[in-house]
């Protein structure tokens, strides 16, 4: 019997006892096990991210000692606490008598050394050192390049689907949706044989130029450009604006939630992009951060707290766009599933 | 829509060469790299290329990339393994991704924000860098995972999630409940969101209970967003390669290929073994797989519809 099973014992005696309210129990008792049944979920879905954040902070031997942070009483009388041999065994075991702390209660402090480990180590080139800053340098680069060639062409395409009628563009479409069919990794190898004819091995035009446009950001777009009614383009085309003006200044600005929501799925697919990268970037310092984190977790088996860290500096862009963007990512997401 | 358009012959919706323009960067980017490569795909996999020149091997001989994947137990270990972890996803993930819907469509508009943003934050986390994370969460002994399941079940203190062949599937299933079953709840919410809530009514009227009116009215009017949602966390499954390659820190596919992938198989025979033909052959075989059950699933689902 532990914390939680007494909290589990409680959860059900509550529901119980709601149960038994006469005449309103039967409403109430629901909504309370709702709520405990998300607040599990939530509990269940953050505790890794939590976990992530404390890890980031700890030694090397504290880690594997604590699994969230570290007990503050075991701490200070640490290494001397006979009260928890069976932990002090499991450093020795883990990691050699090496990897004791030399002083008291030096495993307890949360410490920023994996993050100052992780930034200032270098990786050494006959170009130079490489530092890690560098790659996540390169990722952000990576990732804003394509979106924002991405939405452009996209929206275009979308856009010519969506407001204008012309001959050939059922087949159009019909080569969109089959395309849609096959697998990416179908186009891998000859990929991979025409970067290599093209010159363009460990140069990022590899990269950004077979995902400057995607078929699902064609649909999504033309889905929210139909929309834009018909009368307020003819009227500026009546005063005389370019068709590309009319697209760029009128249409575009209109759908902007879908463009926040296509941006979002965008950034994040290139930000997480390993296969690609790992096979066409050789250079050390135009390598992207995943490319870089599983290249080196197997070198430093011993030292997985830097790569936690690396691993919480490589979530925070994206976390951060998500919550400037989330409500659009949410009805962006779902718009072409419901209406198309 | 032909009726349309012969009526707005000349139309505002018409332009001799706009169009076009607006469609020439996707015309140019399909014809370079979609129907090139789709066709070098075809023309690679018939032959053998480890070589310095490609060699025509077609489907005799003993250098056939077909037979060759045909015949290899790899192939099947990887085609097994990626099938129950298909399977897995759909029967695990969907139904929780639905009940955990369920429960945010009835809850208010505060509440169901916060709690779909939380539930959905895994999926912002990318496979290699969420690879990287389980890698330290499954430690035996000393991990998040094995730490978590002693204190709540009292089992699993010692399990070697990565090192286990029998376990490795296993914590592959389990990592991807985490990852997507916030993204697949978001679907059905959506589907939820739009059933037509005087049918509920009714059927409350009528004294219908709850699994009632769940099986006759909401399940039957989520059914088109359902089946997307299958077929996508299916095409999504067989494509499965980042996390167990990050997990395995790079170096493998675990003990006994227990986490071999299709494109895990594809990349080692392309990329590893520098076999471009073998990789596209493995390409096609994949494109096959996932339009084949797609087509089932369509049907399948359809004909429950007829009944």
Redesign the interface.
Same mark, same amino acid.
């Given at each position: 019997m532990?914390l939680?099973h007494w909290v589990l014992i409680a959860v059900v005696l509550v529901y119980i006892g709601l149960r038994l309210i006469p005449g309103k129990g039967w409403k109430i008792a629901p909504a309370y096990l709702?709520?405990i049944?998300?607040l599990a979920?939530?509990f269940? @879905?953050?505790?890794?991210?939590v976990?992530?954040i404390c890890?980031a902070f700890k030694s090397k031997d504290a880690? !594997?000692?604590y @699994?969230f942070l570290p007990d503050w009483n075991h701490l200070r009388n640490f290494p001397a606490d006979a009260t928890h041999p069976e932990s002090y065994k499991?450093i020795v075991h883990?990691f050699g008598n090496d990897g004791l702390p030399a002083v008291d209660g030096a495993l307890g402090t949360l410490t920023l050394a994996n993050f100052r480990r992780l930034l200032t180590d270098q990786f050494l080139t006959p170009h130079g050192p490489v530092y890690f800053w560098e790659y996540i340098v390169n990722s952000l680069f990576l990732s804003c390049g394509v979106t924002s060639i991405n939405i452009f062409?996209s929206s !275009?395409?979308g856009? /010519?689907?969506a407001?204008? +009628?012309?001959k050939g563009?059922?087949i159009?479409v019909f080569? !969109?949706l089959g395309?849609m069919?096959?697998?990416?990794?179908?186009?891998?190898?000859?990929?991979?044989? !025409?970067v290599s004819k093209f010159g363009w091995m460990d140069s990022y035009l590899a990269l950004m130029?077979?995902s /400057?446009?995607t078929v699902f950001g064609?649909f999504l777009f033309r889905q929210a450009m139909v929309g834009v009614p018909?009368s307020l383009?003819?009227s500026a +085309?009546v005063d005389g604006a370019s068709?590309?003006r009319i697209?760029w200044e009128i249409t575009l600005p209109l759908v902007r939630p879908v463009t926040a929501a296509y941006c979002l799925i965008t950034f994040?697919g290139t930000?997480?992009?390993?296969?690609q990268p790992q096979?066409f970037i050789q250079s050390q310092s135009k390598l992207t951060l995943?490319v870089v984190?599983?290249?080196y977790?197997?070198m430093y088996v011993q030292d997985?707290g830097i790569?936690?860290a690396?691993?919480l500096l490589?979530?925070i862009p994206? /976390?951060i766009l998500?919550f400037v963007l989330?409500k659009e990512f949410?009805a962006g997401? *779902?718009s072409g599933? *419901?209406k198309g | 829509m032909s009726a349309n358009i012969q009526k707005s012959k000349g139309g505002p919706d018409r332009h001799p060469v706009a169009p076009w323009m607006f469609l020439a960067p996707y015309l140019l980017y399909a014809a370079v790299f979609f129907a090139y490569p789709l066709l070098y795909a075809a023309w690679l996999s018939f032959h053998q290329t480890d070589g310095p020149t490609s060699v025509f091997v077609g489907f005799q001989g003993e250098y056939d990339n077909f037979m060759f994947i045909f015949t290899d137990p790899r192939f099947y270990k990887a085609l097994l393994n990626t099938t129950i972890y298909a399977i897995a996803s759909i029967c695990i993930q969907l139904p929780i991704a639905l009940g955990l819907a369920m429960l945010l469509n009835n809850s208010n508009s505060r509440m169901k924000g916060a709690f779909r943003l939380m539930i959905f934050s895994p999926n912002l986390v990318g496979q290699i860098f969420v690879g990287v994370m389980f890698a330290v969460i499954f430690t035996p002994f000393d991990g998040l995972f094995n730490k978590g399941l002693q204190t709540l079940i009292g089992w699993g203190i010692d399990k070697q999630w990565l090192q286990d062949p029998n376990l490795l599937l296993p914590g592959l299933i389990i990592i991807s409940l985490w990852m997507y079953v916030g993204y697949n709840m978001i679907y059905f919410l959506a589907g939820l969101q739009s059933v037509d809530k005087q049918l509920l009514e009714a059927a409350q009227i009528d004294g219908a209970n709850g699994w009632q009116t769940f099986l006759h009215i909401t399940l039957p009017q989520i059914k088109p967003i359902a089946i997307f949602v299958v077929i996508m966390s299916t095409i999504g499954s067989y494509q499965l390669f980042d996390l167990p390659w990050a997990l395995m820190k790079g170096q493998g596919f675990g003990p006994g290929d227990s986490a071999l992938t299709i494109v895990g198989y594809l990349y080692d025979w392309g990329f590893r073994n520098g076999e471009h033909g073998a990789a596209s052959a493995i390409g096609w075989i994949l494109a096959a797989i996932i339009f084949v059950i797609s087509i089932l699933q369509l049907k399948l689902t359809r004909a429950y519809e007829v009944d």
């Open positions: 532990n939680i709702r709520v049944l998300l979920a939530a269940l @879905t953050l505790t890794p991210f976990w992530l890890s880690l !594997m000692l @699994t499991a883990w062409l !275009m395409a856009y /010519a689907l407001k204008y +009628r012309f563009r059922n159009i080569i !969109m395309s069919m096959f697998p990416a990794m179908l186009f891998l190898a000859p990929l991979f044989e !025409m130029v077979p /400057a446009i064609i018909t383009l003819e +085309r068709e590309f697209y994040l930000w997480n992009a390993f296969l096979l995943p984190l599983n290249r977790i197997g997985y790569f936690l690396g691993t490589a979530i994206p /976390a998500f989330q949410v997401l *779902t599933a *419901t | -």
